[in-house]
């Protein structure tokens, strides 16, 4: 099957490009000229030259195709321009799918993100949760969270479209250490990496391009599916990866309390062009447990398969292999 694959040069589209390309598609990959092709060595694919935000070169690129997977975003929202990120996973979303609509693609598959999902405090929040934080403060998932109401009104016309909303994503091939930076400041800090109380939901990269293709098979069109593999308190988190990378685990745990001066003093150093190594708004949900319920994906398209201490070992040893640590 012709398919088209965007943000394919990146850690995730790489892998789903790769699977694809595994179980026979024909992949066509949209990417601008300069962009880099390292993450995709040894797949065989397509070039379509382009950005996701110029619908003339969407159109061109969808020419023949049955199948996209739109995964392109900007994903590093901590150093990122917020108005170049709402362009990209908002508008750019908008002429992917309007490509695919005039061009009659047969399905798309649209890569959200768990940010876009509400948070609970009670239990691990499920798909029906929407959106609910600031959107001045975490502006990455009310991107995404537009974007999905964009993809709505697509189907809602006719445009058959499927969600997938991945947790924090690990894995080989992070080039640009979106989450694989717990790797790296756990080798290089040690025990005086900072903890916070939270926790987070985790799945392999692996899993989560699998699950992009069983979406397109067995996806049920408007429905958006939460991709993660479990959840883990940041105790048991840092514990884990210190194992790993062959330190002790963090010796101090950051108060709550006083998280919002944190998050207040690393606003005022970015207003003065001061880069930090994390974001005001992670530091913000540290004391959150930003836990999701994984079970309708897993009941639509079965269990994850990669166990996250094997993903922590393959994620650790790409990036020692590759020289980041």
Do not use: C
Not at 58 to 63: E, V, Y
Not at 232 to 256: C, D, H, K
């Amino acid at each position: 099957m012709q398919t088209l694959v965007t943000g394919a040069t990146g850690f995730v589209g790489s892998h789903v490009a790769r699977q694809l390309a595994a179980a026979g598609h024909a992949v066509r990959v949209l990417h601008r000229p300069s962009s880099k092709l390292s993450a995709l060595a040894g797949v065989t694919f397509a070039s379509a030259l382009g950005d996701v935000t110029e619908l003339d070169a969407l159109r061109a690129a969808m020419r023949g195709v049955e199948l996209v997977f739109h995964v392109a975003a900007v994903a590093d929202y901590w150093r990122a321009d917020v108005a170049h990120m709402m362009e990209v996973n908002v508008e750019g979303t908008r002429r992917v799918l309007q490509a695919a609509q005039e061009n009659g693609v047969r399905r798309v598959v649209f890569t959200s993100s768990a940010a876009a999902v509400g948070l609970r405090d009670d239990r691990p929040a499920d798909e029906s949760e929407p959106f609910n934080l600031p959107p001045k403060q975490f502006p990455y998932g009310y991107s995404k969270a537009q974007a999905e109401a964009v993809v709505k009104t697509f189907v809602a016309q006719g445009l058959d479209v499927v969600i997938v909303n991945p947790s924090v994503v690990m894995g080989a091939g992070d080039l640009n250490m979106i989450s694989g930076s717990f790797i790296v400041q756990m080798k290089r800090f040690g025990r005086l990496t900072p903890s916070t109380s939270g926790g987070l939901a985790v799945i392999d990269v692996q899993d989560v391009a699998r699950y992009h293709l069983l979406a397109a098979e067995k996806g049920v069109t408007g429905e958006r599916y939460i991709l993660t593999t479990a959840n883990y308190r940041y105790q048991e988190w840092f514990a884990m990866i210190a194992q790993v990378v062959g330190t002790r685990p963090p010796l101090f745990s950051v108060p709550n309390a006083v998280l919002p001066l944190v998050a207040g003093a690393i606003d005022a150093a970015r207003a003065l062009g001061i880069n930090t190594p994390i974001d005001a708004n992670q530091v913000r949900l540290g004391g959150r447990n930003v836990f999701f319920d994984g079970r309708k994906a897993w009941q639509a398209f079965g269990a994850p398969q990669v166990d996250m201490r094997d993903s922590l070992q393959q994620t650790y040893d790409w990036y020692k292999a590759n020289g980041y640590v």
